[in-house]
């Protein structure tokens, strides 16, 4: 058996190629959409991809496995489990903007087979209500008992899938607890399952997908019954369980109900990744002085620079702030309610390729164009428009709090400003912002920190944007909590 993880560093996520060495078939696992890289690796290993799974219906990526179908024809193998409401309807047969596909549909207890590796179905409801986890056994290896358990978003390394996305991303009300408990009926059928048995789960440190993930990429069952604290609290009872497993989930990103949909109804087919064209700076002045106008609102200029303090001394009007790096997609799928919108990324060209993936990943493939850093400075060493964004630390919050025309905005989780924030802040997750923002005191300007200024940078350039006074908190709270008690607020 031929056994491959594939890490998205920025999702947190894994896909898994799994393939039979005697036959030369493949299976691939979770794959998300830009599935060339996929291939890429099957043909490095001497393997073609003939069949795509999935755990279940993601919220915080594009899947490929509509793409793979359509590009390859290899065979679907869903889950049919969950209900009329939770169905991969866009593989149910030819529609407007799909085909006929060869699909098996699956239910708990069934197997099938990729060359000489079993696969065997286990109904792992909780995150969501058709999930699916999988058995894999080598038989060409010759054995005769599973080796690991593919589980998705049901077990993670150190948690367990967050059952309140259905209500909390894609508002279906009432879904939470029903899902808790659905959830802790699956963590009893995974307590019975061999210790020995590996764990691949399809996400890592990072995700959104839970909220105390391990860095660590597999584990075994043994380990996590042994010191997985969800998995802990499932043996208290089930009441007990639901409220420790609903306490302190992140507010998810906006983009993950639209995830859900797409994922369920039919997914773009992507066919090439975007191939945005470089802007001079004239091209990239000629789009600031429209932007400063109004005349072009609807394309958003994306500054991936990596220093928050240069894009806030300095920046294309109306520009929203998503540094390269781990960021990028959270940001995006958060602050970019349209994913339609034309983007014009600020970033050198060694990554655009990068930051294409990144957007195309989670729906945004509008990708017009970009501009190299480079050009960017020689536009604003120029007489274009340019904005500015005030930029404090925690030493001067104090001195501006009395102002009555001024209110601190804390853009962290709300569990982190429960655990203690300024007195008198309101509370905002940036992963939420476009909810937010209507609610926001108009006329006042907003101090806007998170824990470390990474959160605020990109919040306070989506407030700017939208028309709000903002000042920009770049400091640690940590450095706010060490000043007198008065400060914050338990």
Same mark, same amino acid.
């Given at each position: ?32 959409? +830009? ?359 925690? +030493? ?78 770049? +400091? ?15």
């Amino acid at each position: 058996m031929l056994f491959r993880q594939i890490n998205d560093e920025k999702l947190a996520q894994y896909a898994y190629l799994i393939g039979c060495q005697e036959t030369g078939e493949a299976l691939l696992v979770d794959p998300e959409r +830009d599935i060339d890289r996929y291939l890429a690796l099957a043909e490095a290993e001497g393997v073609e991809i003939v069949a795509v799974t999935e755990t279940h219906i993601h919220a915080d990526f594009l899947s490929g496995a509509r793409e793979m179908a359509e590009r390859t024809g290899a065979s679907l193998y869903l889950s049919d489990e969950g209900g009329e409401n939770w169905r991969y309807e866009w593989a149910r047969g030819p529609t407007e903007t799909g085909g006929d596909y060869d699909v098996t549909w699956l239910h708990d207890g069934d197997t099938f087979h990729v060359g000489n590796v079993e696969l065997e179905v286990l109904h792992t409801p909780g995150h969501t209500p058709e999930h699916l986890s999988f058995l894999v056994t080598d038989r060409g290896g010759g054995a005769d008992e599973p080796m690991g358990l593919l589980t998705g978003d049901f077990v993670f390394v150190g948690d367990l899938g967050r059952p309140d996305l259905l209500e909390s991303a894609a508002q279906v009300e009432g879904a939470m607890e029903p899902s808790a408990r659905s959830l802790h009926a699956s963590v009893q059928r995974f307590l019975d399952l061999p210790d020995h048995l590996q764990v691949w789960p399809a996400h890592g440190a990072g995700s959104a997908c839970g909220k105390a993930l391990g860095a660590v990429p597999q584990s075994t069952v043994g380990y996590e019954k042994q010191f997985n604290p969800m998995i802990e609290a499932a043996r208290m009872g089930e009441d007990a369980f639901v409220e420790a497993i609903l306490e302190g989930q992140p507010e998810p990103q906006m983009y993950f109900a639209r995830m859900k949909r797409d994922n369920r109804d039919g997914m773009p087919v992507l066919g090439s990744l975007p191939s945005p064209r470089e802007l001079t700076a004239g091209e990239l002045k000629t789009l600031a002085e429209a932007q400063e106008a109004a005349a072009e609102e609807d394309r958003l200029i994306i500054d991936t620079r990596t220093d928050r303090s240069a894009y806030m001394a300095r920046h294309i009007p109306g520009s929203l702030y998503a540094p390269m790096n781990d960021t990028f997609s959270a940001v995006v799928g958060s602050l970019v309610e349209d994913e339609t919108t034309p983007i014009v990324l600020v970033t050198d060209e060694e990554d655009v390729e990068g930051a294409v993936r990144d957007l195309v990943r989670i729906g945004y493939d509008n990708v017009a164009g970009f501009a190299e850093i480079d050009t960017l400075q020689r536009y604003l060493q120029d007489d274009g428009p340019r904005e500015t964004i005030d930029e404090i630390t925690f +030493d001067d919050v104090d001195a501006e709090l009395p102002d009555e025309d001024t209110v601190v905005l804390d853009v962290r989780y709300r569990s982190e400003y429960e655990a203690g924030h300024v007195d008198g802040a309101l509370n905002a997750s940036y992963t939420r912002m476009p909810e937010y923002e209507s609610d926001l005191p108009e006329g006042k300007t907003m101090l806007v920190h998170c824990g470390s200024g990474a959160r605020a940078a990109a919040a306070s350039s989506y407030l700017a944007r939208a028309g709000h006074s903002v000042t920009y908190v770049n +400091d640690h709270f940590a450095n706010y909590e060490a000043r007198p008690e008065e400060a914050v607020a338990e």
